[in-house]
Structures are given as structure tokens and as C-alpha cells.
């Protein structure tokens, strides 16, 4: 059965359609079957993804409604990993997606209003794993710390922060790289374009450890 992750946050532009392209873009590289679920009204991904560009082995579906998670059921048999992307703003669909995922990832910039946005993210699961459908099965997460400038003192001060009150943080950052946005523009990742670069290196380590976190 396919993985299920969702990347969520209601603080928008925190890079949750960044990630979730780019690590369905590493996971299709290293030969697995993946899919994305645009659950975002927005749909950011699904409007830049080319069917028939380099990307066009990743299959991307709209599913900006309350019925994801059937859509996501659907996938399970034949797909290793679905990535669903939600929308930057607390809504059904999101609440669907999370009750269906194996792991949610929280992005967050290092700035207030991210780590608040990612706060109220954790809540929202924290309420969700109340719910019968994940009482016996709670969701687990980790944030991820995005658009960091390697070796800023900031990245550091919000890691240790909320490390220190208990929260999952990937010791991986999606550092600030204009290798990202470059590839947006076609809706492609530096694991396309620039595999050797310093961006894929960053996602192979993310990845790395989402893989062993989910494997625990
Ligand atoms: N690591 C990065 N380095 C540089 N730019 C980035 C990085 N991650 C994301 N960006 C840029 O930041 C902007 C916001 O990122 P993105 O669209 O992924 O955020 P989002 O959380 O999906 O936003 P929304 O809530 O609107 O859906 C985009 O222009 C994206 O190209
Ligand atoms: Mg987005």
C-alpha cells in the first residue's frame, strides 16, 4: 500500500508546493510510483505541471474537495508514495487529507507568523487524533524549516525553540536556493534540471530522513 503525505500549514507561502513537488520529483527519480493530489484550490501545481515535459512520468490530480480522501484511497494500490498538497488556510479538504495521511509535513520559514502558522497546524492534528477515525492511530508529523539561509542565527533560534517545547523538527532544511523558483517556472524541480546541484543534494537529505522517520 502506498504512503501518504500531506504537506500542510495554514500559513500560506511557508513552501508546501515547493516540497511536495520536489519530493515527488526525487521519489519518481529514484524509480518509485508517485502521485501528487493538488488539493489546493490554487491548484499551484497542477497549473504548472506538463504532461508532457520532463516531469510527465509524475501523475498530478485536482482534488480541491471534500472527497479526498477517496481520492487518496483510490491511489493506495498503485502508487508508492501520493503527496497531497492542501491549501494555505484551515478547510475541510485539508482536515480529509490529514485524517488519511501517514505523515504530515509542516513547512515553515524561520519567522513569526510561519512558526505560528505551523503551531496551528500542530493543533489541528492534535484535535484530529481526538477523532475516532485516528484515536488508536495518531497522525504523526514533523515540520520542516524552509527557505533558511545556511548558517543564519535565525533558522538556529526557531529550530531550538521548538525543539525545546517538544516538537518534530526534520534536522534537513529546504535551505533558500533560486534553483527552486527556476524550475517552478516549467513545473520542474532541480532534481530534474540540476540532479548534481546543492537543491537536489538538500531533498535527498529530506528525503532520507522521511524515509527512516516513516519506516520506524
Ligand atoms: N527553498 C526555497 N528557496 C527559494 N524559494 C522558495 C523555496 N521554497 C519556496 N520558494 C518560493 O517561495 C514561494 C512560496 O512557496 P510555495 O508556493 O511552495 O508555498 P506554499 O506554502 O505552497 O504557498 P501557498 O500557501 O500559497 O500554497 C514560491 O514563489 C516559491 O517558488
Ligand atoms: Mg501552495
Known amino acids: 500500500m502506498g504512503k501518504v503525505i500531506t504537506l500542510a500549514t495554514s500559513k500560506g507561502g511557508a513552501g508546501k508546493s515547493t516540497l511536495a513537488r520536489n519530493i515527488a520529483a526525487h521519489w519518481l527519480n529514484v524509480g518509485m510510483r508517485v502521485a501528487v493530489i493538488d488539493a489546493d484550490p490554487q491548484g499551484s ?117 521548538l525543539e525545546q517545547i517538544g516538537y518534530l523538527v526534520l534536522k534537513a532544511e529546504m535551505y533558500h536556493r533560486v534553483a527552486y523558483p527556476e524550475a517552478a517556472i516549467k513545473g520542474l524541480s532541480p532534481c530534474i534540471t540540476d540532479p548534481e546541484g546543492a537543491a537536489a543534494r538538500d531533498i535527498a537529505q529530506i528525503i532520507s530522513e522521511v524515509d527512516d522517520f516513516i519506516a520506524k
Request: glycine letters at 4%; a neutral charge; proline letters at 5%.
Open 45 to 161: 501545481i497542477i497549473k504548472r505541471h506538463d504532461p508532457n515535459g520532463l516531469l510527465s512520468k509524475l501523475v498530478v490530480i485536482a482534488q480541491p474537495e471534500e472527497i479526498v480522501d477517496s481520492t487518496i484511497n483510490e491511489l493506495k494500490t498503485d502508487y508508492d508514495y501520493i503527496i497531497v498538497d492542501t491549501g494555505g488556510f484551515r478547510n475541510r479538504t485539508t482536515v480529509k487529507a490529514l485524517i488519511s495521511t501517514d505523515l504530515a509535513i509542516i513547512p515553515l520559514k524561520p519567522s513569526a507568523d510561519d512558526v505560528a502558522g505551523a503551531l496551528e497546524t500542530h493543533n489541528l492534528i492534535k484535535e484530529i487524533n481526538k477523532t475516532p477515525e485516528r484515536l488508536s492511530n495518531p497522525i504523526r508529523y514533523k515540520m520542516i524549516i524552509t527557505m533558511s539561509q545556511q548558517g543564519t542565527v535565525i533558522a538556529r533560534h526557531v529550530r531550538s525553540e
